[in-house]
């Protein structure tokens, strides 16, 4: 029989089971077998039986799975750019190490003043010192009071310069009545205090600033006439404040028909928005002399024509006004801009910049040289961190070691050329190639090749724009003809037009690198042609606000301008002497101080927003690498804001959850945590060890990090976005709310309701919500479920230790708080509870459990 050869091999315990195999797949494997494998087919065979059994036990044998190769041509370009990352990485870390870096090499800087006097000041000889214009800007005189604006350009007035070398000029952009004749009052007030402040070599030269120290005023002083005059100067100084504020009260009522000027004509600033320009000369270098006879220095009023149809660009276009008015009028080689509230403390200072600006080595690839910001009249625990230290005193020193600090809007001396657009004058050493170019093709060697000389050329071709003299006021009235096609490279006189306005005299002023009026300037022209500079038509078509003067398109117009000259290759310095060189007023309210940070806040989102964002511009220039980097951050920590709302609301939410966001490791992840958590802590504490600044300098710093980063910061990104890319401008206005306290700093407990309160507020909410549950939950749950609850305690408490001080304005002196802030932060915070508990992530889906999923264990 067929069967009987299978089963004599029951023996071996194996014939039962081939049968059965090749019974029930007799059909199937055979097709199989003699498609595969060529067998023949024989029905009922001994032969196939045995068949089956053999490829039943090696088919037991065959691999589940397989590798299936990917193809050499998707493979072969990755592989290539792993390679050049390797390559890149290893050339960023060489220049990481070789280069200084964002705080890792901080520089203090010394000038030397005797040398500069020795130099270019030589007693009983005429000064060689660089002349210099500074700027004060004002608005309105209601918001900055006159007296703060008069005390700022008395400093001016009175600062240790030669004074046929200082003019001050004071932009009023708010084309008030009041600040002319608060100048006016200055003025006259000057003639008895600069000599007074030179005589006695007095500090600080601002008299309210001055009279207010407590400290012993006739220590050191050899003079036995110093007590009789300076209580002299003290009630002409009173005397002059009483007129001040007299003028202050006047106006705080408009007269229906509008102001009217002591000659009976009316104000030509009545209408703010439609006015003509307007400039008076208070002091002059012909007319302005002191009770002692001797000159004072020149102090100029301007107020810029406004009509309705024009963009004005508010404070950048105030400065831009400046800038040519005063290249008219005086043409400083070098220009130094204050905020009204920023007097003179050192009265050294324009000598300081002057160590820098004029120094052989690098002066003439120097764009500004930038004083810290100090101020008066803060809290002594500094509560909301107004004086910025960690700001100021690290983060601008670390930038003062790669290419220089950002520009911060005052207290900032500026090279005139470098404000024209110029490119600086370079060394060999600056042309090397940014770290891009040298990594991929090495460093330039000296005398090798023609692409030196095709950017020396080039860089030659735009410095003659500003180093030689081209036009004197006869051959642009004339146009150029006379030059040779030697001179082709020169700028024609409808260029210089396009570039900087159809003014000629302010065109030949451009071509002064040392200052100074062009000799052949016709002097009874100045002024109306100083009219003509500041009217509204004239930046039409022209490069101010583009590539010349402070840069439009941000309320920061300070990040702007100085990034396009470090964009062009100019250095900036960083300039910190032992006496502080200005000092200003910092508004101590939270709500006024919160409103600042949005100002500063929406101004960088605008810049991310627009074609001057350092992602992506000027890569075609000199800007070193880091320097770039430092520029990205400062236009791009708003929105940080984002996921430190998140962070700050989680702790909150894992109390009300009962989860904890921190999952378990392993002891070797968390040795490695634990040492980064450490390095990040060593590196804080180093670095307040060379910087100098306080541990609580540096918290308060943290503390408004968090306060701003969920307020401010949270809402400029959104009003930034609607600004930007929909066009709906958006402001949150303070409303202030009255307050019957007095003494000192009074301010500091005004509340003043302002939406940028909701959000703390409720993060505050939350977690006080959240620690209550917490506690409430590990009470009820017994003594095991205190030891997780620890850990979540810790990260709520610690939100509220950074809000903190935002609860204590919040709270105010006589802890009242509006009712509408706490109504509406308990219902965002309630909302989000709710929803938190409704869809939380940590809960499993009760539907996916039901339907039998399980894991390893089943």
């Known amino acids: 029989m067929p069967s009987a050869p299978l089963g004599e091999l029951s023996r071996s315990g194996q014939a039962s089971i081939g049968w059965r195999v090749a019974s029930h797949a007799h059909v199937s494997f055979s097709l199989f077998r003699l498609v595969l494998w060529g067998f023949p087919v024989v029905r009922g065979s001994s032969a196939f039986g045995l068949s089956a059994c053999l490829w039943w036990a090696d088919d037991a044998r065959q691999p589940l799975s397989r590798v299936v190769p990917i193809s050499s041509s998707h493979l072969t370009p990755y592989r290539v750019v792993i390679i050049l990352r390797l390559i890149i990485l290893g050339f960023f870390l060489q220049y990481r190490v070789t280069h200084p870096?964002?705080?890792?090499?901080?520089?203090?800087?010394?000038?030397?003043?005797?040398r500069l006097v020795l130099r270019?000041?030589?007693?009983?000889?005429?000064?060689?010192?660089?002349?210099?214009?500074?700027?004060v800007s004002t608005v309105d005189p209601l918001k900055e009071p006159p007296l703060i604006t008069a005390n700022t350009v008395l400093s001016i007035l009175a600062v240790d310069y030669p004074v046929d070398k200082v003019s001050c000029y004071v932009s009023d952009d708010g084309s008030a009545m009041l600040t002319f004749e608060a100048l006016s009052e200055t003025a006259e007030f000057a003639r008895k205090w600069v000599p007074f402040c030179k005589k006695h070599n007095i500090e600080p030269r601002a008299p309210e600033f001055y009279f207010a120290q407590k400290i012993d005023y006739l220590k050191?002083?050899?003079?036995?006439?110093?007590?009789?005059?300076?209580?002299?100067?003290?009630?002409?100084?009173?005397?002059?404040?009483?007129?001040?504020?007299?003028?202050?009260?006047?106006?705080?009522?408009?007269?229906?028909?509008?102001?009217?000027?002591?000659d009976g004509t009316p104000w030509p600033g009545n209408n703010t928005r439609d006015h003509p320009g307007m400039i008076q000369v208070f002091l002059g270098h012909s007319g302005g002399l002191d009770t002692d006879g001797n000159e004072l220095p020149q102090l100029v009023y301007v107020s810029r024509e406004k009509r309705p149809g024009f963009q004005h660009h508010k404070k950048a276009g105030a400065m831009n006004a400046l800038i040519r008015v005063s290249a008219v009028l005086t043409n400083g080689a070098y220009l130094l801009n204050v905020d009204c509230d920023h007097y003179f403390n050192n009265s050294k200072a324009l000598k300081e910049a002057m160590c820098f600006m004029m120094d052989p080595a690098f002066g003439k690839k120097t764009c500004y040289v930038q004083f810290p910001q100090r101020f008066d009249g803060i809290d002594l625990h500094d509560r909301y961190a107004n004086r910025n230290i960690v700001f100021f005193d690290i983060n601008l020193k670390g930038l003062d070691g790669i290419q220089g600090p950002v520009y911060v809007g005052t207290g900032c001396c500026f090279n005139r050329q470098a404000?024209?657009?110029?490119?600086?004058?370079?060394?060999?050493?600056?042309?090397?190639?940014?770290?891009?170019?040298?990594?991929?093709?090495?460093?330039?060697?000296?005398?090798?090749?023609?692409?030196?000389?095709?950017?020396?050329?080039?860089?030659?071709?735009?410095?003659?724009?500003?180093?030689?003299?081209?036009?004197?006021m006869e051959d642009i009235e004339e146009g150029v003809e006379g030059y040779d096609d030697e001179r082709s490279l020169l700028m024609t006189q409808k260029s210089?037009?396009?570039?900087?306005?159809?003014?000629?005299?302010?065109?030949?002023?451009?071509?002064?690198?040392?200052?100074?009026?062009p000799p052949t300037t016709n002097p009874a022209t100045l002024l109306k042609e100083a009219i003509h500079v500041i009217s509204c038509g004239y930046e039409d078509k022209t490069e101010w606000g583009k590539e010349i003067g402070w840069i439009y398109g941000s309320v920061t117009e300070d990040i702007l301008t100085g990034f396009k000259m470090h964009a062009r290759g100019w250095i900036s310095i960083y300039c910190m002497p032992p006496r502080p060189a200005f000092k200003g007023s910092a508004p101590i309210n939270l709500s006024d101080r919160l409103n600042q940070v949005l100002r500063w806040a929406l101004g960088s989102i605008e810049i991310l927003l627009s074609r001057h964002c350092p992602l992506w511009y000027g890569y075609n220039g000199r800007m070193k690498l880091l320097e770039r980097l430092a520029y990205i951050n400062t236009i791009v920590y708003p929105l940080t804001s984002i996921p430190l709302i998140a962070y700050c609301m989680l702790p909150a939410f894992c109390l009300l959850t009962g989860k904890f966001i921190i999952p378990e490791i392993s002891n070797y992840a968390s040795i490695w945590f634990i040492l980064l958590f450490v390095s990040i802590a060593a590196t804080g504490i180093l670095e307040l060890r060379w910087s100098g600044v306080s541990i609580e300098d540096w918290w308060r710093n943290e503390q408004f990090w968090v306060i701003g980063g969920t307020s401010a910061h949270l809402f400029a990104v959104f009003q930034g976005l609607l600004k930007v890319l929909a066009g709906i401008d958006t402001n949150f206005t303070v409303t202030s709310k009255a307050n019957d306290e007095d003494g000192d700093f009074a301010e500091l407990y005004v509340f003043k309701w302002t939406s940028l309160l909701i959000p703390p507020t409720t993060v505050l909410i939350v977690n006080l919500v959240g620690i209550?549950?917490?506690?409430?939950?590990?009470?009820?749950?017994?003594?095991?479920?205190?030891?997780?609850?620890?850990?979540?305690?810790?990260?709520?408490?610690?939100?509220?230790?950074?809000?903190?001080p935002f609860l204590k304005g919040l709270l105010g002196r006589q802890n009242r708080t509006p009712t509408i802030v706490i109504v509406w932060s308990i219902l965002l915070a309630s909302i989000f509870s709710l929803l938190w508990v409704r869809i939380d992530p940590f809960t499993t889906d009760s539907a996916q459990t039901a339907q039998g999923q399980c894991g390893i264990n089943c």
């Open 101 to 114: 870096f964002p705080k890792w090499s901080p520089i203090n800087r010394e000038t030397y003043i005797d």
């Open 120 to 135: 270019y000041d030589r007693e009983g000889e005429t000064s060689q010192l660089a002349p210099v214009d500074v700027f």
């Open 220 to 262: 050191d002083k050899i003079q036995p006439s110093f007590v009789k005059e300076r209580r002299a100067m003290k009630r002409e100084y009173e005397e002059f404040k009483v007129r001040i504020n007299a003028l202050v009260a006047k106006a705080q009522k408009t007269p229906e028909e509008g102001w009217t000027m002591q």
């Open 419 to 472: 404000l024209y657009g110029y490119d600086p004058v370079l060394t060999e050493e600056d042309l090397e190639p940014n770290i891009i170019v040298k990594s991929c093709c090495g460093s330039r060697k000296k005398g090798k090749g023609g692409n030196k000389k095709y950017i020396d050329k080039k860089r030659a071709m735009k410095r003659t724009e500003s180093t030689i003299p081209i036009f004197n």
């Open 496 to 517: 210089l037009e396009k570039r900087f306005g159809q003014s000629p005299v302010f065109i030949a002023a451009t071509f002064m690198e040392q200052g100074g009026i």
């Open 772 to 804: 209550v549950a917490g506690v409430s939950y590990a009470i009820n749950s017994g003594y095991q479920s205190w030891g997780p609850l620890f850990g979540k305690l810790f990260f709520a408490i610690w939100v509220i230790a950074h809000l903190y």
